[in-house]
């Protein structure tokens, strides 16, 4: 993998424009949508804001801000991915579920550009991103998570946090020494530590803003992830099994900050193996088996299909 480079990266005036497009985060709202103000649809099943006339869930993808088509990816004779194609509707959350070597995670990362797929196409925002490198897509806007949360142990939650923003002048050596350009590099430090601060308060971890992220619980580490990851300014997230190992008081509270960032225009694609966490919150599901998309539909459609149930639920949900 190539290192990143100046060239990589949006110019100043990009940046701008893409953090004015992006609605503000606005720690600890009030009347935004949480989870104790969802409901269930009782045509389709699917997780809705009261109100809300606008059936996600029992129509095509009509705005697609990902789209995967016929993605394979083999490792010798193995084939983890097989053909599989689904799309992503802008602003939603879709689930992606499956048993265990279904080809989720192969398929996260040849979206994400850790793997090279064989064939197949991947379009982000209407551009194409097939055998991206992983910089090059989260420049795009396109910034996934991990199962096993990767904060850099040795730096507090706040160091964490201000190293993610793109472009910052600070990353050139002549302009961090020079009398004139290190003046320019405070001026951006401050406004990212503001940042860092609001993104903090956000999702109620500013407390441990001075505490070393190897010290944090798991689930505090999960918010630390997703945090960070919106320092980047993405369109779209993909979280890779985001509830793992987390206390279920943190859960509610991680769903609650992902239903918000959605109502802010986000778009997410959830990979998770707790089915109440993906029937409950998505509005489309994407099911995967032996590497090939088995389904796509609402909830309720997914739990209806008999060979949903035999090939990961196992019995009714």
């Known amino acids: 993998m190539r290192s990143q480079t100046a060239d990589d990266l949006p110019s100043e005036a990009t940046t701008v424009r893409m953090r004015r497009a992006r609605r503000t985060i606005q720690p600890r709202r009030t009347g935004v949508t949480t989870m104790s103000d969802l409901e269930r649809d009782p045509d389709t099943g699917a997780a809705r804001s009261e109100g809300d006339a606008d059936d996600r869930t029992d129509r095509a993808v009509e705005d697609a801000v990902l789209e995967v088509e016929d993605l394979e990816k083999r490792f010798g004779g193995i084939v983890a991915v097989d053909g599989a194609s689904f799309a992503v509707e802008r602003g939603s959350i879709t689930g992606l579920i499956g048993p265990n070597g279904a ?157 918000q960032l959605r109502e802010q225009g986000y778009s997410f694609l959830i990979v998770e193996h707790d089915m109440d966490v993906i029937m409950n919150n998505c509005e489309r599901v994407i099911v995967m088996h032996q590497g090939a998309v088995l389904d796509r539909g609402s909830p309720a459609e997914i739990k209806a299909n008999e060979q949903v149930i035999e090939a990961y639920l196992g019995g009714e949900v």
């Open 103 to 259: 080809g989720k995670s192969t398929t996260f990362n040849c979206i994400a550009g850790v793997h090279r797929p064989d064939s197949g196409r991947v379009a982000f925002d209407g551009e194409e991103i097939t055998g991206d490198e992983p910089h090059q897509v989260a420049n795009r806007g396109l910034v996934r998570t991990f199962q096993i949360a990767r904060e850099l142990p040795e730096m507090t939650v706040l160091e964490n946090m201000m190293l993610a923003p793109k472009g910052q002048r600070g990353e050139s050596l002549w302009r961090s020494v020079l009398p004139y350009f290190r003046d320019e590099v405070l001026d951006q430090e401050r406004e990212l530590r503001e940042r860092a601060w609001e993104t903090l308060e956000f999702f109620e971890i500013d407390h441990l803003a001075e505490e070393y992220a190897k010290n944090l619980s798991g689930g505090q580490r999960k918010l630390l992830e997703l945090a960070r990851a919106l320092q980047t300014d993405p369109e779209m997230l993909m979280l890779d099994e985001p509830m793992a190992g987390v206390n279920p008081t943190l859960e509610k509270k991680l769903l609650e900050h992902i239903h």
